[in-house]
């Protein structure tokens, strides 16, 4: 027999198992409402034209070669990463005290942050809110942390429950990392707003406690890079440390080239040195250095001012997609005199939905009307479409009343 024979079969990811069950349905009218991947009006994944130019400059440029990266990757798309999502006239890349390493996306920027965080960091513990991405606790447990959780989601209003969060926030012991969701939080799309950031941040700097940010939407809230980037930015502004984990995944649609940096924003340009340098501890083992072809495609965007330009607008019809597919299905929901408040699809903001529907009811439109979505009730907005609205509005219809 095979020494691996007691092996019990695992149970599929949460996330990406919706889509292994949606493949599996024959059904032409199935709707796959699951992963937070943007689709066209047509339903088709969506490359961006100027990733196009991008990758048709790179062909063309035959002194390019195959070499390795050095262990924090590709230095310029660091440096461009970094003005991003810190701004460019940002005081702390003035100051040099920004250490940034190219990470496989978003989750190997929490995984690295978390890894550096559990070996050098005085407090172990990571509080994330309540709901959460599935991932982040076990991306944070395995890295070495304890993770708990602050209040965030309030089920009765379908919003924020900002006490609750001050409360947690306030409890925490001194010194305690706080996972802050940059913008359009995932699995909620509710966001503080810009006086309760504030308020938040007075709290956390007042305690010691110390901001990671994971930015996986920078653009796609908003419309807008700098909109999307401000709650970051306040943080950076009062001189401060915090951590930043970005993903160019949604923005710039490099999900499989797995791109992203982690940004470390040190007190001094000495503290950031050393910082870099034990990154680099961290990173060598664990995947020696970062792929080439992804970094390289986002360096040459964000490096030229025209492309960089024609981004910006092809993020904003993506993110302006997003906002009319709630208004469409909050006026499908309407026409149907569908019972229940559903001004949460409208006032929500990013790539999901938070229906409020429970197990039973995603467990019901799943095999009644073949509509795939976590088991939370997340929707993703972006895959739904002008011709795909009705039915879904069909089915949240049937399944509450
Ligand atoms: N954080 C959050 C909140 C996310 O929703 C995602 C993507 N689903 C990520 C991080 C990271 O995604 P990726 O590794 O594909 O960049």
């Known amino acids: 027999g095979s020494v691996f024979s007691h092996l019990v079969q695992a149970p599929e990811d949460p996330i990406l198992g919706v889509t292994v069950a949606y493949n599996k349905d024959p059904s032409p009218i199935k709707l796959n409402l699951g992963v937070g991947a943007y689709r066209t009006e047509e339903g088709k994944p969506l490359v961006l034209n100027v990733v196009r130019k991008a990758e048709q400059q790179l062909i063309n440029d035959r002194t390019r070669i195959k070499e390795y990266l050095p262990i924090v ?53 990571i509080y994330i809110t309540q709901p959460t ?33 001050l409360e947690d926030l306030g409890a925490a012991p001194p010194g305690s990392i706080v996972l802050l969701h940059a913008c359009a939080h995932n699995p909620t ?7 309760q950031w504030e308020q938040i ?30 709650p970051i930015r306040m943080f950076v502004a009062d001189g401060g440390e915090c951590l930043v984990a970005q993903s160019y995944a949604k923005n710039m649609g490099l999900y499989g080239e797995r791109v992203g940096a ?24 664990m995947y020696s250095s970062p792929p080439i072809h992804g970094a ?17 607008l092809e993020l904003k019809a993506m993110a302006d997609r997003i906002i009319s597919m709630r208004k469409q299905l909050f006026e499908a929901l309407r026409a149907r005199g569908t019972p229940g408040d559903w001004t949460h699809i409208i006032k929500q903001i990013g790539m999901f939905t938070f229906t409020g529907l429970n197990p039973a009811q995603v467990s019901f439109m799943t095999k009644e009307y073949h509509i795939y979505m976590t088991s939370d009730g997340r929707i993703s907005m972006a895959g739904l479409s002008s011709k795909t609205v009705p039915h879904l509005a069909d089915a949240i219809h049937a399944v509450v009343t």
């Not at 460019?88 to 005290?97: G, L, M, T, V």
């Not at 606790?137 to 379908?158: C, E, H, M, N, Q």
């Not at 982690?262 to 083992?285: F, M, N, T, W, Y």
Request: net charge positive; charged share 20%.
């Open 73 to 125: 990757g590709l230095v310029e798309f660091n440096k461009l990463s970094a003005k991003l999502i810190l701004g460019a006239d940002s005081p702390a890349i003035r100051e040099n005290r920004v250490s940034t390493v190219e990470c496989l996306s978003g989750t190997g920027s929490l995984r690295v942050g978390g890894e550096f965080l559990a070996k050098h960091y005085h407090q172990k513990t």
């Open 133 to 165: 991405w599935g991932n982040h606790p076990k991306i944070f447990t395995l890295a070495g942390l304890s993770v708990k959780t602050y209040r965030y989601y309030d089920p009765s209003t379908r919003g924020l429950n900002f006490q609750g969060l």
């Open 189 to 195: 799309g509710v966001d503080p707003t810009i006086q």
């Open 201 to 230: 941040r007075k709290l956390m700097r007042s305690k010691g406690l110390m901001p990671f940010f994971d930015s996986a939407y920078q653009g796609f809230a908003s419309g807008s890079l700098d909109t999307d980037a401000k």
């Open 262 to 285: 982690l940004s470390i924003v040190c007190k001094s340009a000495d503290v950031a040195g050393k910082v870099e340098s034990q990154l680099k501890l961290v990173i060598r083992p």
């Open 296 to 312: 390289s495609i986002v360096a040459v965007i964000l490096r030229d001012k025209n492309l960089f330009h024609e981004w910006t």
